[in-house]
Every structure is written in C-alpha cells, then in structure tokens.
Nanobody, 125 residues
Framework: QVQLVESGGGLVQAGGSLRLSCAASGRAFSPYAMGWFRQPVGKEREFVAAINWSGDTTYYIDSVKGRFTISRDGAKRMVYLQMDNLKPEETAYYHC??????????????????WGQGTQVTVSS
C-alpha cells in the first residue's frame, strides 16, 4: 500500500518561504514520478509541479516558475517542494502525489493515482 505523508506547511507572510516534504513508503520509490498539487478552500485542485523518477526532468505551472523548486532524494524516499516568494493567493492545502506507472512522467492530474493527506499552507498579506 503506497503511503504519502506531507509535512512542512504552516503560516508565512507574503514574500516568505516554506519547504514542504513528502515521505513515501509501501513500494519502491525510485521508478516513480512524484508531484505536488494544491487546493484552496472551495476551489478546484491545481497541479503545481512534478519530477520524474530520476530527478532530471521537472514540470511547473507557469505561475510558480522561478519561485518553486521540486526535488527528490531517493535514499530518503522523500520529495520536496521549496516555495519562495509566496503569495496570499497560494494559500491552500498542498498534497503530494504519485503515479502507478513506473518510468512514466505524468503531465496531467488524472495520471496520478496515490495521494497524501496534505499539509496546510497559509500566506498572510
């Protein structure tokens, strides 16, 4: 059973930084791409970033390019999302996710099969 557990959320002022972490367990970590999503209260879930199995290919939505960095550590079975220059409109629950297809780089939300419970990020103005 794949398990994803996020941590690192919290309250930060606009312009500040947070680093989210996601611990993966329940299967091999290395062959699978990982992603981060966010969902503000009352809004649709948004695909934020993804990283492939080897860590050499990443994807970001336009609004976070240059401010967010996704990375992974295979030895620790962890994926991270470094978020800099945060904006109040980025207040949301942030979820880690992964796919069931090894060596596949998902580019749409529907390609992710497993989700963590999420961690709350609140950006004050």
């Amino acid at each position: 059973q794949v398990q994803l557990v996020e941590s690192g959320g919290g309250l930060v002022q606009a312009g500040g930084s947070l680093r989210l972490s996601c611990a993966a367990s329940g299967r091999a970590f290395s062959p699978y791409a990982m992603g981060w999503f966010r969902q503000p209260v009352g809004k649709e879930r948004e695909f934020v970033a993804a990283i492939n199995w080897s860590g050499d290919t990443t994807y970001y939505i336009d609004s976070v390019k240059g401010r967010f960095t996704i990375s992974r550590d295979g030895a620790k079975r962890m994926v991270y999302l470094q978020m800099d220059n945060l904006k109040p409109e980025e207040t949301a629950y942030y979820h880690c996710a992964t796919t069931s297809r090894a060596y596949h780089f998902p580019t749409t939300p529907g390609e992710f099969d497993y989700w963590g419970q999420g961690t709350q990020v609140t950006v004050s103005s």
